[in-house]
């Protein structure tokens, strides 16, 4: 089995994400922490490495527990290409999950539905707080970026809704794993991980 690495940010997430044979690094949330955590990660052995958690929704008809596998992170006007995105969402489908391909972007504060809305009109799917500064941790290794809509567009974080959707994407998470592990054991990416630095604002 190949070595696998799971950058999650929040302690609930990586609870979420435990697999025998794999390493779970909590990073701590926003951008500050994850590229602390980066610089950490890579002196972690690992063929592989995923950033996983919880995300907002941006792109209408997401609902929450849907996951989001990145093809391109983007923050700061930088882009990073993610080639696995594609392939893993695919994996995930065939699992019985609802998985969604297409860009992610990392944000340095919380959005509202009117920052969100902005974001869908340029093909964003989701937004984090972390993933495009964790992505300088992949280092030419296998890397992917899985995220589970906790709160669809348009639902305000107040929203009471959010808690109980939260524990679903959470759900999808756990569901996600065995699929994460075949992924780091089976699946070659055709063309590598576009190495960047870590983004700085």
């Known amino acids: 089995m190949s070595a696998l690495l799971v950058l999650a940010p929040l302690r609930i997430e990586a609870a979420a994400l435990r697999l025998p044979g794999a390493r779970v690094l909590r990073t701590g949330m926003g ?5 602390v955590a980066a610089a950490r990660a890579l ?19 997401l609902r929450a527990g849907d996951l989001v596998c990145a093809t391109e992170l ?5 882009r990073i290409a993610v080639p696995s995105g594609a392939l893993l969402a695919a994996a995930l489908r065939e699992q019985g999950l609802r998985a969604h391909a297409g860009p992610i972007a990392s944000v340095e504060r919380l959005l509202g539905p ?14 984090d707080m972390e993933s495009a500064w964790l992505a300088g941790a992949a280092a030419g290794r296998r890397f992917a970026v899985v995220r589970a809509v906790a709160d669809p567009d348009g639902r305000r974080l107040a929203d009471l809704r959010t808690l109980l959707e939260g524990a679903r994407a959470l759900l999808a998470l ?22 960047v630095e870590l983004l700085v604002s």
């Open 31 to 35: 951008a500050a922490r994850a590229r």
């Open 43 to 61: 002196a972690v052995e690992a063929d592989a490495v995923v950033v996983a958690g919880v995300a907002g929704g941006v792109a209408p008809g």
């Open 74 to 78: 983007r923050a700061g006007g930088e």
């Open 114 to 127: 009117a920052g969100r809305r902005a974001l869908a009109g340029e093909g964003v799917l989701a937004v």
């Open 174 to 195: 756990r569901r996600a794993v065995p699929v994460l592990a075949e992924w780091a054991d089976a699946i070659e990416v055709s063309s590598p991980h576009v190495p």
